[in-house]
């Protein structure tokens, strides 16, 4: 019997359209799933035509791909990738490589890592970004693990993931969790955008009074431009114009205002906060969804709490103008923020992450692909040390350039009673970074008065405590 070369566990959506991508570049594939009806669907639906063997049981899945065996597991993260593992395990030979390509937490992954090398088994964690239609297409691939199984497999990575101009959408991530962690970071950054170009939708539809059709034309152009060009943008340009069949009203204004959140976003304010990162406008966007979700609190509190009775009296095009410069210059931040918090878990990991390099392969398949990516992959390969995106020469102008609009942005929200969190943030961040004394002098004052937790001083070496209470006293 010939041997598949290749093998996927998990026929949800992603797996089924990830083996299919496999197949297609010349990879023979075997596919296994728990329940047999989703492997029946497949094998009826999709995989006529194509070099695709069903198993039906772990043992017949195994047995039907060659040495040494390369098997992805697209299942739920969690206790359903540690089952599958645990199953497998008997089953496998030294060398053979398990691939979990799931948004698994990166020390789940470290502990499989630590339990799998030492017996001979070959493990990569591997985070996978760009939907279905990535899956099956070309996804940004972002594998951690040994270097040597990793280039094992990168004859399949290079060919499956999406292609740029500068290659294929994978890179050798790092060690251990290290891609996984990637990809959490990816996501955080996710929210971020997504958190920002709705708040431009706000801004846009109940500021400036654009109709659906406006904000079509609105996003569209944005979409043209090198800043804003990317993959949400062009999303949300499509998304206005499409009219519900039943009620004839736009679909997005009958959507419950309410977003969900699968983990990823939450895990990365996590994981800052851990490492002492500052993300505030990421940690703004897990915010934005959490309010969004109490949907039912809010409407009762609209009735009773009120807000500005304010219209906005300006002119509506430069208005416009000015919520694409402050939607960019909050995108930078977001990403100067994921970007710092890279930097930052690769020091603690010992990962040796390449910043350039992330950037580079988030450029095609994944969601936040974007044109602009291109200028931070350019600002790290032009100073790989560089602690922060705001300082690279390129960005660092760009918001002097715009900060005005910027600000005008905000203040116009908050007389209006609009609220902009991801925005606020992302100023907030600006304005923090850029300054040289901070009113952390006072809290630190506050925390050695009732703590006796020592301050240090500008002027001399050394740390310092105070008896505040006698000297407060002295001056009654």
């Known amino acids: ?49 194509r070099n695709v063997r069903a ?12 040495r ?73 691939l972002m594998p951690g693990g040994t270097r040597s199984s990793y280039e094992y497999l990168s004859p399949i990575f290079n060919k499956i993931a999406a292609q740029v ?10 060690p251990g969790g290290s891609g996984h962690y990637v990809k959490m970071v990816h996501n955080g950054i996710e929210y971020g955008d997504m958190q920002l170009i709705a708040e431009a939708y706000d801004l846009l539809k109940n500021v400036a009074g654009l109709s659906p059709a406006q904000l079509h034309e609105v996003f569209a152009q944005w979409n043209t431009t090198d800043e804003l060009n990317s993959f949400l943008i062009e999303i949300t340009a499509n998304i206005f114009p499409y009219v519900d069949p039943d009620t004839k009203i736009p679909l997005v204004d009958l959507i419950v205002d309410a977003a969900g959140q699968k983990g990823t976003g939450r895990w990365t304010v996590q994981t800052a906060l851990e490492l002492g990162v500052a993300i505030p406008t990421i940690t703004a966007a897990v915010n934005a969804r959490i309010l969004s979700s109490i949907r039912d609190e809010r409407i009762a509190a609209s009735k009773v709490i009120t807000g500005p009775n304010a219209k906005y009296g300006g002119d509506i095009a430069a208005f416009v103008n000015m919520v694409r410069d402050a939607l960019y210059c909050s995108k930078i931040c977001s990403y100067a923020q994921g970007m710092a918090l890279l930097s930052t878990a690769s020091k603690t990991y010992n990962w040796d992450l390449n910043l350039g390099e992330m950037a ?41 350039d715009r900060q005005a609009a910027w600000r005008e942005v905000i203040v116009t929200a908050a007389k209006l009673g609009i609220p902009v969190p991801a925005f606020s943030a992302s100023l907030d961040y600006f304005d ?14 506050q925390r050695d008065y009732f703590g006796a937790h020592t301050y240090k001083r500008i002027d001399k070496e050394g740390s310092f405590h105070t008896e505040w209470v006698p000297i407060a006293e002295s001056k009654k």
């Open 1 to 49: 019997m010939t041997l598949q070369s290749f093998g996927v566990i998990g026929l949800a959506v992603m797996g089924e359209n990830i083996a299919l991508n496999v197949e297609r570049n010349g990879f023979p594939i075997a596919v296994y799933n728990r329940s047999r009806e989703k492997t029946d669907a497949f094998m009826a639906h999709r995989a006529p035509g």
């Open 55 to 66: 198993a039906f049981s772990l043992e017949q899945f195994v047995a039907s791909l060659e």
């Open 68 to 140: 040494p065996r390369k098997i992805l597991v697209m299942v739920q993260a969690g206790k359903p990738v540690d089952a599958v593992i645990q199953q497998l395990k008997p089953l496998l030979q030294e060398g053979d490589i398990i691939i979990d390509g799931g948004n698994s937490w990166f020390e789940d992954t470290d502990r499989r890592t630590q339990e799998l090398e030492p017996i001979g088994l070959r493990y990569i964690g591997m985070g996978v970004s760009g939907g279905e239609e990535g899956a099956l297409n070309g996804p940004s």
């Open 165 to 174: 101009d500068d290659g294929p959408c994978v890179t050798y991530i790092g």
């Open 360 to 400: 580079r392969i988030w450029k095609g398949g994944c969601i936040i692909r974007a044109g602009f990516l291109n200028k931070i992959k350019k600002a790290f390969d032009e100073n790989p040390a560089l602690p922060n995106l705001l300082l690279a020469p390129e960005f660092k102008q760009t918001i002097l």
């Open 432 to 445: 923090s970074y850029r300054r040289d004394r901070l009113p952390q002098n006072l809290t630190q004052a």
